[in-house]
RNA sequence: GGCCCGGUAGCUCAGCUGAAUAGAGCAACUGCCUUCUAAGCAGUAGGUCAUUGGUUUGAAUCCAAUCCGGGUCACCA
């Protein structure tokens, strides 16, 4: 482990010795020195001043020098400045840890701990294409799984394809009235774009038959709805409205009704009819319909099934929530007989939640079909069932972080034994500069075009650097890849998942500074270098490092706990900010400092070491992201 | 309205389990390619860490209030 977890107990003990009191190494802050001082790691003394009764200075120098009295091979001097102990690790602590970890190949791996872990990530609708939303999605969930791997858990990816709703119908419908009997094939769409366009034409159609039978109901006719209740609700909504609209102050209150009377008109228009009609036959099981529903899911599914593997996404395994939407029903008997869910008397169940400070819940409907909540009860049971999970991670938007809450309410109240380990992993929306992305109204990001678009970025740019001209053009066509895919993936991951984030599609993904083409290109010239020369094996020569030497690979030591770190907080970012220091340090490094014609031939196999470690160390993090280093760029 | 999340340089973000003069990248400006790939390196400039009060030897960080932005509280998914 990295060096400060070999410190921190020396340090207690060094105020055991000398002052003979007894601190927690929690209690020990440990910070790496600021560049202007000299010096490795810093101690910092104030918290020990009220019990030890001495300025900081005097427990500075004393703890100082102790630790270099006892242990002198690892402290090869220190300082103190104000409240700080700067301590000066030697150099030989840094050089025996590059020896020893040169050669491997996959720095920061920990063996398995017995824990299982899986994480359902990605979980599409099937009525349109991926966006940029789903990609943040699938690249966390993707990389915290990998993680997960490194850190010695035994991950296994999940999806839940929601394929059946509303939502599915109105691409089916939209295709059934729409399309006079067009296909992927005949028109050479992509499969997932050719079903999300029919979903758009369906909403267009209810939106234009909708607003027309609002302006309907607005002049008193309300002979397009059927319904007596609607019908009769309409003219009262629409009186109401009229009557709100007249009065000064009660805008906001006529705005709301008008919401109320468009919903409405939704509702009633034929498109949204025909919708829902299909949603029941569904349901009923008409062949039909079902045939439908299976050609145009499987049409989707060839797209995104193209998608995923552009993007490396993988899973190993798919729930269907037409297989699961039914599953949950029977804890709702369970929980009525806990006394977790009650009934009321039109026939409903809820659970109370209130006393945990959420609201109450609905779990059944009075008519007996189950809602949303009810299903992931069902779906998180069946999860445990096939795997027996420690740990049940979703990746799922913080959008429905309530939601989640409430699940694992549900879960602990009916008494699972997994459901202390149900966590969501709740990251921010991708947002346009204008607000939302919907895909209702047309204004997304598509996956496949902005990667795509990508694509033909580092194209040009690689063309105009003329690096690669020997390269065939499957090779620059990987290339290609490897870089889009690695400016979008570090763009999405390098911030805090728990924050919202906002894309803004005029200034295009950079290449430069902090993005994932610069860490490409770092690990291309360190290839370049080793192509030339590897280092030799053998004993070290070398027994001293300059600065920039010293400052390379005691940031390559820290890697296994920047690991660590961001499998504890679960964010990819960490090791996305991480290997960015590592590239800019090693780019700074070989800019002082010569590798194959260095000053001596001792030197010159140090920094090969030096260079071979950074490499394993940046492929290893930028895998961890799912981004691939390429050999040469 | 209740609950939750956020507000740090012109822009995008680190830092948030308290510690030295608040850091990166982009954009702007200066230098550096007969030398291992200039998709690079070195430097200049840019800040009332939303506001106010509190705790502390010490606050961007913890607490409270306020302002601003977002989410959520459906017999939707």
Redesign the pocket.
Known sequence: MGVTTTIKPLITAALKDVYGQDFAEKDL?I?T??P??EGDY?L?L??FVKQLRQSPEQIGQAIGQHLATTHPALFQGFNV????L?LVIADAYWLGYLDTSYQDKNPGHQPSNGRKVIVEYSSPNTNKPLHLGHLRNNFLGWSVAEILKQTGHEVFKTAIL?DR??HICKSMAGWKYLSDGATPESTGIKPDHFVGDYYVKAENTIKAQAAELLKALLAGDTSGIEAEADKAEAARLTGIYHQLQGEEGKEKEADKTLDQLKELARKHSPFMKITQQMLIDWENGDPEVRALWFKMNNWVYEGFAETYKVIGSDFDKNYF?SETYLLGKEFVEDGLKKGVFYR?P?G?VWIDLTAD?L?EK?VL???GTS??ITQDIGLADKKYEDFHYDQSLYVIA??????MKVLQLILQKLEKPYADGVLHLSYGMVELPDG?MKTREGNVVDADDIIAELKNV?KA??EE?G?VQDFNPGELNELYDT?ALGALKFFLL???P?????FNPEESI??????G??IQ?TH??IR??LR?EEPAAGPRMEETLLPKEKELIVLLEQYSHTLDQARQEQSP?LIA?YVFLVA?TY??F??D?????AESESKKQLRLRISELTGHTIAGAMGLLGIRVPE??
């Open positions: 802050t910070n020195t600021k202007e001082f810093t910092v104030f918290s400045i104000k409240g700080f700067n929601n709703g509303i929530e009321k039109d409903s400070g609201d609905l409907r009075k008519d809602v949303y913080d959008e429905q972080i309530y939601h939302r580092a740019k690689t650097l690096k870089l390098r911030v805090d728990k924050k919202r984030m906002i950079d290449f430069h500074g902090f993005t083409p610069f290109y291309a010239r370049s270098i030339k970012s900010n800019k780019n700074s070989i800019a400092h010569r590798v194959l014609k040469r760029m």
